[in-house]
């Protein structure tokens, strides 16, 4: 089992839709859950992190978290062409201070 | 001060030969880290520091893979006589590393490497 499970895709929703993003994690020790977004032959770039259980909401971007499920999920809303990227899952064990393991990402494609 | 910077961005080498990379880290970011990313994969934890201090690393810096960061500033990665398999986007990352917050990393553009 990998430590940070993320569907490949490709996700393709229509411009204005709804794109929900999904990763799971093996480490019931998890403390910290971060959201990137890296676009092809670029480097990754932070789009928000989450704690706590729970929502997390920044601009179009909402994170979900749910610990007991070790489920941890990004709703991206009203998606743009330019939201087309691979997002990546990452999770370390604190909330900094130990390796932190990505997973493989999912390639999302917004259709114009 | 523009962010995380690498150096070189592409090396092209011959199998067998050694390299070295550079990563310029955001000043005043204690935490530095580096990781390796191959096509369809996520960035693979390598090693980090904090400060000059080399608090954890993977079982590849065991062998072939070496990392410094000798006075807690920029850092270096150097892998010997490389492989074909070594062929990989070298990716660096800082993060301000406070103490009971949340430690955000940000990542460098990457050093391409490609081993003939």
């Known amino acids: 089992q990998k430590e940070v499970e993320q569907n490949s895709g490709p996700l393709s929703v229509p411009e204005g839709a709804i794109a929900s993003l999904n990763c799971t994690y093996s480490?019931?020790?998890?403390?910290?859950f971060f959201w990137y977004r890296q676009y092809s032959g670029k480097s990754p770039e932070l789009i928000m992190f989450?704690?706590?259980?729970g929502d997390k909401e920044d601009g179009r971007f909402t994170a979900q978290l749910n610990k007991a499920s070790q489920y941890v999920s990004l709703l991206i809303r009203d998606s743009q062409p330019s939201d087309s990227a691979t997002y990546l899952c990452?999770?370390?064990?604190?909330?900094?201070?130990?390796?932190?393991?990505f997973g493989a990402g999912t390639r999302l494609f917004v259709k114009a | 001060d523009t962010g995380v910077s690498q150096n070189p961005r592409h090396k092209i080498t011959k199998r067998g030969q050694n390299v070295t990379f550079r990563c310029d880290p955001i000043s005043e970011h204690n935490r530095l880290y580096w990781y390796r990313q191959t096509l369809g994969q996520g960035p693979e934890f390598l090693t980090y520091?904090?400060?000059?201090?080399?608090?954890?690393k993977s079982r590849l810096l065991s062998d072939r893979f070496s990392a410094e960061r000798p006075k807690g500033s920029f850092s270096t990665l150097e892998i010997q006589r490389t492989e074909q398999g070594d062929s990989a986007m070298y990716l660096c990352?800082?993060?301000?590393?406070?103490?009971?917050?949340?430690?955000?990393?940000?990542f460098g553009p990457g050093t391409r490497l490609t081993v003939l």
């Open positions: 520091f904090q400060n000059e201090a080399q608090l954890e």
């Open positions: 990352a800082s993060s301000p590393g406070i103490a009971g917050a949340t430690d955000t990393q940000y």
């Open positions: 480490d019931r020790g998890s403390q910290s």
């Open positions: 990452a999770v370390n064990r604190g909330t900094g201070g130990f390796k932190t393991i």
């Open positions: 989450i704690y706590s259980n």
